[in-house]
């Protein structure tokens, strides 16, 4: 039973590029959450998203980011024109149902240079 | 304003001893808490959970306690094994659910 995929586990950008990292969640799983954890800090949550629908982007930047999760393939968080404050590691996480445990991906590293 | 913490940044355990990591938290609403490990390089692993109506949970060598007059929860685990170096947060379920919200975290090195 694969766990949660996330792919690229690494991911260089120039400033200004757009980023696109992409989320699998385990079997079964029909939520998908996105984390950012900046160097030194905890994890902070981004958007909750179920099938087609965003649930919750409170977490999520005003600008420059965006996130889906399409009825078919993975979900995907992009940033558009990435700037390096925004080099992090990026968890995604899945669940079988709302509120109690998630299982996280391996993260994405994003460093933007 | 964090909503959950955890005081202390690093713990040093021999093998064998117990380790006990802390975390405190705000809201007495509050009715779930979850406990994950994460290692360098790796996304964080769900560990050991407890809900409010209870006051300990035990799996294997961790155990959880809550004290929610004290509104502090704290994870043991014994004995400590090398391998359990990592870092732990505490985590709990917010706005209905829709997002964890974590702890600073606390390293733990556990020493042979």
């Known amino acids: 039973n694969a766990g949660v995929m996330q792919n690229p586990r690494h991911l260089v950008r120039r400033r200004g590029q757009e980023a696109r990292l992409r989320c699998s969640p385990m079997?079964?799983?029909?939520?998908v959450y996105w984390y950012r954890q900046l160097p030194e800090e905890g994890l902070k949550f981004m958007v909750y998203l179920q099938k087609e629908n965003i649930i919750d982007e409170s977490g999520m930047p005003k600008e420059r980011f965006s996130a889906e999760f399409p009825k078919e393939g993975p979900s995907i968080l992009r940033i558009q024109q990435v700037v390096r404050g925004d080099s992090a590691a990026y968890f995604c996480a899945s669940s079988p149902g709302q509120g109690r445990e998630q299982y996280f991906g391996p993260g994405t590293r994003l460093t933007v240079t | 304003d964090q909503q959950v913490k955890q005081n202390s940044p690093s713990l040093s355990v021999q093998e064998g001893r117990i380790s006990i990591l802390n975390c405190d938290y705000t809201?007495?609403?509050?009715?779930?808490f979850l406990w994950y490990k994460k290692y360098p390089a790796e996304g964080p692993t769900f560990l050991i959970s407890i809900s409010s109506i209870k006051d300990k949970n035990e799996d294997g060598r961790f155990t959880v306690f809550l004290n929610k007059s004290a509104k502090h929860l704290s994870l043991h685990i014994v004995p400590s094994q090398p391998g359990d170096s990592a870092v732990y947060f505490c985590a709990v379920p917010i706005n209905a659910g829709n997002m964890l919200t974590f702890g600073g975290g606390t390293r733990l090195m556990v020493k042979p």
């Open positions: 809201n007495s609403m509050f009715d779930y």
């Open positions: 079997k079964g799983h029909s939520h």
